[in-house]
């Protein structure tokens, strides 16, 4: 059967399911305004959806269906995703219709040995380029983050899933057309998957990277010139992200003068003690367990990104809390991966208020800067931190889009190289307890409750850019930290202006955020084995308003957008006598209307099967021959909770 038919098309409104929050409890869904006449698109099974239609129905990928062949045995991981939409026309004889293999390797040992490559543009008219990442594993291997470069610029961010014994096999389809500016050039490109093979860990990846150059006309305006915010190792063959905060992130760039808008966007996630950022608690508070369950985490559990221009503060990105798949427990991952795990989007700063300075002829400094959170004052607050744990893997680009003329070089009006004014505010409030068991002296409890609020506004003659941003964490830690919850709430708000020569305000784009997370987890050890029980119930909800249209890294298409990503489940593991098992049950409902259409779905996945949409009965029944072995070296490792000690 093919995928067209588990589709419905239909005109008028579309319901759309409650959400999920607090792990398990429904709230009543938000009444929004629904546009009406419009061509809506039901997709019952993400999998059929997502899968059979990327791998499948690919009409120009006869890799990809050969390594389908060769792998049909194997578990087949996705990410909930609208699928893209702008295949190019076989039909189409005018430019471009062309496949190019950029690149199929094996990533086995391969930490600090990235793949390398050259890159040569087609010989042909394009603006299209979709790309495949083609991925399959087979044996026991972390979650392992993935970044690729053109050049010294980032341009893709993914993770791995964790292989099972019988292998794994994933394909994730993206549109990569707002880069055109650097697939129209030669580029060195450098694929860096650190990896690790050895007696425990087995599992090397296997990636297949193609892209698909087309032309469809496409009236969606791309950047003219896209530089980078990196190390800058290319010319050394190596990959080019900062790792703060060993790094000092910063780099200096000559801006066009005939430049007339500049965004920033910034690709930034944790790792090691810094990948469960937001179950993280205050400095001050890491050794309430030291003598029982061991050290946690510090720096609390908040996180701004903060981008500077010659040392002005010039925007923040308080981050979407990435969960990857070997994070909390495996079973909720499998074969359904989290949020944005396969793309991790860019969140984006308009720059425009700063272009009549840097497009003076002059080199001016970019600088990328992660902070937390430290410890209360007696008032209750808290300034940022001047730095974070180890570690966070970081690069920006700044797309420059040109004029024809000069746009701020005028005799008539002299101050438009005057600086633009600069206002922010931040404030902080912070709760924290804890409670000590009255015989052994021993901490038993820690509780705290974190809000952070920030506004900040940057002001030109030519141009505005705002933010306003709200955060909260209410977390606890009991059990001597064997049991801990986290409810995290983070809202914000993004506006570009763009002022007339007659002071006329025009919005030229805004983003709403919202990011829900509500994790629950549980351990226990014993010298035999461990166990963890968790729940979880996570959302990235978020609109986009432009009236320019072109291409968004942070919302992955171009033109307005709404969307709505909402996970919950359960998940459980457990190991003893050398055996391992691991239970799942996970549903996503997810809803994009982008570029004309809407994709809404349901899915529900149980111990590694996708179950399907509404109406499944449950399948919750424990993996008793198949084992599951964990891809960390211990349990707090998976949690967060600590270095800690690791454990058979």
């Given amino acids: 059967m093919d995928a067209k038919d588990y589709i419905i098309r239909f005109e008028g409104d579309v319901k759309r399911p409650d959400t999920i929050s607090k792990c398990g409890r429904i709230n009543p869904q938000i009444p929004r305004e629904r546009p009406s006449h419009r061509t809506v698109m039901i997709f019952i099974f993400a999998l059929l959806a997502t899968l059979l239609f990327a791998f499948a129905r ?26 893209v939409t702008n295949v190019p026309d076989e039909d189409k004889r005018d430019g471009c219709n062309l496949e190019v293999l950029l690149m199929r390797h094996e990533f086995g040992f391969s930490y600090g040995h990235p793949f390398v490559g050259n890159y040569v543009p087609p010989p042909c008219d394009f603006d299209t380029v979709i790309m495949n990442l083609t991925v399959t594993s087979k044996g026991r291997q972390f979650d392992r983050l993935a970044l690729m470069f053109l050049g010294d610029t980032e341009v893709f961010r993914t993770s791995t899933a964790e292989p099972t014994a019988n292998g794994i096999i994933w394909t994730y389809m993206k549109d990569m057309s707002m ?12 694929f860096d998957l650190g990896n690790l093979i050895n007696d425990i860990y087995t599992g090397p990846f296997d990636v297949t990277l193609t892209a698909t150059f087309s032309l469809g006309f496409n009236e969606v305006r791309t950047a003219d010139v896209i530089l980078p915010i990196s190390a800058q190792r290319s010319a050394a063959d190596s990959p080019s992200a900062f790792s703060l905060p060993k790094d000092n992130a910063t780099v200096a760039h000559t801006i066009p003068d005939t430049a007339s808008r500049a965004i920033v966007s910034i690709s930034a996630c944790g790792q090691s003690t810094e990948e469960f950022w937001f179950s993280n608690v205050l400095s001050s508070d890491t050794n309430t367990f030291n003598e029982t369950t061991g050290p946690l985490n510090g720096y609390s559990p908040f996180r701004e990104v903060q981008l500077f221009i010659d040392d002005q503060l010039a925007g923040v990105v308080w981050p979407f809390p990435i969960i990857f798949t070997g994070g909390i427990a495996p079973g909720f991952w499998r074969p359904m991966v989290g949020i944005d795990a396969f793309d991790l989007r860019e969140p984006e700063i308009d720059i425009s208020p700063f272009l009549p300075i840097l497009t003076d002829g002059r080199a001016h400094s970019f600088r990328i800067n992660v902070v937390g959170l430290g410890d209360p004052k007696y008032d209750g607050t808290a300034e940022l931190s001047n730095q974070v744990g180890s570690y966070w893997v970081v690069t920006g680009k700044v ?33 924290h307890e804890w409670v000590q068991n009255p015989e052994t002296g021993a901490n038993e409890t820690l509780s705290y409750n974190i809000r952070v609020s920030r506004s900040l506004t940057v002001f030109s003659r030519s141009s505005e850019w705002s933010q306003k941003l709200t955060f ?83 919302t992955l298409t171009s033109g307005p957008l709404k969307f709505d990503a909402t996970q ?15 239970t799942g049950d996970t549903t996503e409902y997810f809803e994009e209307d982008s570029r004309g259409t809407l994709f809404i779905t349901r899915v529900r996945a149980v111990n590694g099967s996708v179950v399907g949409g509404d109406g499944i009965p449950p399948a919750f029944n424990l993996l008793e021959n198949q084992d599951v072995p964990l891809g960390r070296d211990s349990v707090r490792a998976i949690l967060g909770r600590g270095p800690g000690k690791s454990l058979p």
């Fill in 568 to 582: 919950a489940g359960e998940a459980a593991y457990m190991s003893a006598d050398n055996r391992s098992f691991s």
């Fill in 399 to 431: 797309f420059v889009y040109l004029d024809k003329e000069p746009t701020f070089l005028s005799a008539d009006i002299p101050d438009r190289r005057i600086s633009p004014t600069i206002s922010t505010d931040f404030s902080s409030n912070i709760l």
């Fill in 472 to 554: 909260s964490n209410a977390g606890s830690l009991s059990s001597q930290g064997l049991v801990q919850v986290n409810e995290q709430h983070t809202y914000s708000t993004s506006t570009a202006s763009a002022l007339t020569d007659d002071d006329e305000r025009v919005t030229v784009s805004e983003t709403t955020n919202y990011y829900p997370l509500d994790v629950f987890s549980e351990y226990n050890t014993s010298s035999g084995g461990l166990e963890i029980e968790a729940s979880l119930s996570r959302g990235l909800h978020y609109t986009f308003y432009s009236d320019i249209d072109i291409y968004s890294p942070y």
């Fill in 58 to 83: 690919s009409p120009y990928s006869p890799t990809i269906k050969g390594a389908l062949q060769q792998y049909d045995n194997q578990l087949r991981c996705f990410q909930v995703h609208k699928p």
């Fill in 179 to 190: 880069y055109k500016a650097l697939w129209t050039e030669p580029q060195k490109l450098i």
